[in-house]
């Protein structure tokens, strides 16, 4: 009799349930389009929609708030850097559940995106309308007509547009036809009113916007940029040998000084200069002696051509919000007119013209200085151009990208760059007809 072996009874393997995650968010499964993350003001009411409505400047579509009680909110986008790429974790406002340190549900925005509502003059909508930017100026003069806050409205763009469910809204329309009243004259035809516009009202009231932007200030990368920047003069260097002797020339700007000119001082031995290096600003007297004491350890000079005068500078900060305002709200024709009633002396009642001549002056002054530029190991140091310093920033920047994005790869990748694919063929070479 064969023999036989006691064995035990085949299980069936069950399978095994997941483990419990011990994360308080829930991430629910993506579907559809990404959340966007919106930052709407507290005063808006729960009877306010976001709209589409055309953009004032190029006509396309765009996205607003609207409220009947407290007017209209164009959103503004806050984005991450690109080299950084970010993300939302959004969860359950459910503060009972905070509490407890549970979450029913959460989702992840695969965009680090923020849109922020801020306010915005429901004029710039209208302007479009009001005012034809394809018709000359005498005959705008001539074919403009006293018209009823309706038939603008036609004359906006409807594709894709809630215009006319919003204008039902009795506070909307009279917000809409208070601004309109603020640059037009107008008529009463019975119970309803007419607008025409009129172009001096218009410009005054951009030219309010624009001085209460320059008065609060700016931006602090448009102050750099647009402001400092282009009012900055070139800096003169002068090398240790040269200064050697009884006396040298060196220009600097006067203190206090209102015209923005440059005024030529002559160092003697009884004068007093104020002379800047890299990092600080110190007085000497000038010796008539062939060392140069008093200058940095590169034996170099550092000095300002000219300095703006805070009435030049308060000006060019008009110019620029004037600017800044025509470029994001007012089509290109129309802000072309107001750009010209700005030059006009008795047009704008505000004088531009030591603006004028100090832009003037500096670009003469930088002129001769490229001209009489140093080609000296001394000066190379202190007088790259602008554009090489952003060149070399972008390169900076691109190679701390490369680096970052070296790190980010997998040790796999890395040992796949060293094969050697030398006759291999490529992985589409197995997908072409044959």
Same mark, same amino acid.
């Given at each position: 009799m064969q023999g036989t072996r006691s064995s035990k009874a085949a299980t069936t393997d069950a399978p095994k349930a997941p483990p419990a995650s011990k994360s308080k968010y829930t991430v629910t499964a993506k579907s559809g389009q990404t959340s966007k993350l919106f930052i709407l003001p507290r005063s808006a %009411?729960?009877?306010? *929609?976001?709209?589409?409505?055309?953009?004032?400047?190029?006509?396309?579509?765009? *996205?607003?708030?609207?409220?009947?009680? %407290?007017?209209?909110?164009?959103? %503004?986008?806050?984005?991450?850097?690109? %080299?950084t790429p970010r993300s939302w974790l959004i969860s359950s406002a459910n503060c009972e559940i905070e509490k407890q340190g549970q979450v029913e549900s959460a989702e992840t925005a695969s965009s680090a995106d923020l849109f922020v509502a801020t306010h915005v003059d429901p004029l710039f909508l209208l302007l479009p309308a009001m005012i034809d930017a394809k018709a000359s100026k005498s005959s705008t003069d001539q074919k403009r007509l006293f018209l009823s806050s309706d038939d603008y409205f036609d004359k906006l763009p409807e594709e894709s547009s809630h215009l006319s469910e919003i204008v039902r809204w009795p506070r909307t329309k009279a917000l809409l036809e208070s601004r309109m009243a603020a640059i037009c004259d107008s008529v009463d035809a019975g119970d309803e009113s007419m607008f *025409?516009?009129?172009e001096e009202k218009l410009f005054s009231v951009i030219l309010a916007k624009a001085t209460r932007l320059a008065s609060g200030g700016l931006p602090a990368s448009v102050e750099e940029k647009f402001v400092q920047k282009a009012l900055e003069a070139p800096i003169l260097l002068r090398s240790a040998s040269n200064l050697a002797g009884p006396a040298a020339t060196v220009t600097v700007a006067p203190e206090g000084a209102e015209s923005g000119a440059s005024t030529p001082k002559t160092e003697s031995t009884e004068s007093q200069s104020s002379t800047a290096t890299d990092g600080s600003t110190f007085s000497a007297v000038s010796q008539p002696s062939t060392a140069a004491s008093s200058f940095s350890e590169d034996d170099v000079a550092v000095t300002t051509a000219m300095t703006a005068s805070p009435e030049v500078i308060q000006l060019q900060r008009l110019r620029v919000a004037f600017d800044f305002i025509c470029a994001s709200y007012i089509p290109a024709a129309i802000a072309e007119r107001l750009k010209q009633i700005l030059s006009d002396k008795t047009a704008s009642k505000t004088d531009f013209e030591p603006l004028n001549t100090y832009i003037a002056e500096l670009e003469k002054l930088r002129k001769e200085t490229m001209a009489t530029r140093p080609t000296g190991d001394f000066s190379r140091k202190r007088m790259r151009d602008e554009e090489e310093d952003e060149a070399r920033l972008e390169k900076k920047r691109k190679m701390e990208e490369e680096k970052k994005r070296k790190a980010n790869e997998s040790r796999g990748v890395r040992d796949l760059k060293k094969v050697n694919t030398t006759g291999m063929k490529k992985l589409s070479a197995f997908f072409t007809k044959k």
């Open positions: %009411t729960a009877d306010a *929609r976001i709209v589409s409505l055309p953009h004032p400047q190029n006509g396309q579509p765009s *996205r607003y708030l609207v409220c009947p009680e %407290t007017g209209v909110y164009e959103f %503004t986008k806050v984005a991450a850097p690109k %080299t *025409r516009v009129n």
